[in-house]
């Protein structure tokens, strides 16, 4: 059995040595990132670099539950609030890899956005949400996309629309039915 695996290492030699730069980083003479970077193993050992100091923490912090420690620096201008922050939090009990972590944080953006029309209307605020979306320069640029993008809108809500307010014979609750009680 150790010939056929020592048979294979060479033929898998053999199939990729034609291969233009195959192998270029396997002598470490000829490592083709020298200049930028001096190759030791002291990398495996942990942080291979001085750590900035860390900022003061003052406000509560989300960090990933893979990484043993917040970073150095953050951001802190948007500090968590209202369910958009309830969300976050709930997502960052999750690993990266896990999509409940992914999907939460797009969630808690989305609800965010509606947060914050909620709060400029609070304070007297109508937000100008063309302007504030780009529509004058889609105009501009691509008037046949921002048009697009108005009737594919108005179709998909008017399908939801009127498949919540049908009174057909189906089995499935409808909101015009939960609102009429």
Not at 104 to 109: K, Y
Not at 130 to 152: Q, Y
């Amino acid at each position: 059995m150790e010939n056929e695996i020592i048979e294979k290492k060479e033929s898998l030699e053999d199939i990729n040595s034609d291969i233009v730069g195959w192998g270029v980083d396997a002598d470490p003479e000829n490592d083709p990132t020298y200049p930028m970077k001096k190759r030791t193993n002291e990398e495996h050992q942990g942080y291979s670099w001085d750590r900035p100091p860390q900022q003061p923490i003052n406000i509560e912090i989300l960090h990933s539950n893979e990484r043993p420690n917040v970073s150095a620096t953050f951001g802190t201008s948007s500090p968590l609030s209202g369910v958009s922050g309830e969300i976050r939090r709930y997502a960052f009990k999750y690993s990266e890899n896990d999509n409940r972590h992914w999907l939460g944080l797009l969630l808690a953006d989305r609800v965010n956005v509606v947060e914050g029309i909620v709060d400029d209307l609070s304070k007297g605020h109508i937000p100008n949400y063309f302007a504030e979306r780009g529509w004058k320069a889609g105009m501009k640029h691509h008037p046949e996309e921002i048009v697009k993008k108005i009737l594919v809108t108005a179709l998909v809500t008017t399908v939801v629309v009127s498949w919540f307010f049908s009174s057909s014979g189906s089995k499935k609750p409808k909101l015009g039915k939960l609102l009429k009680r």
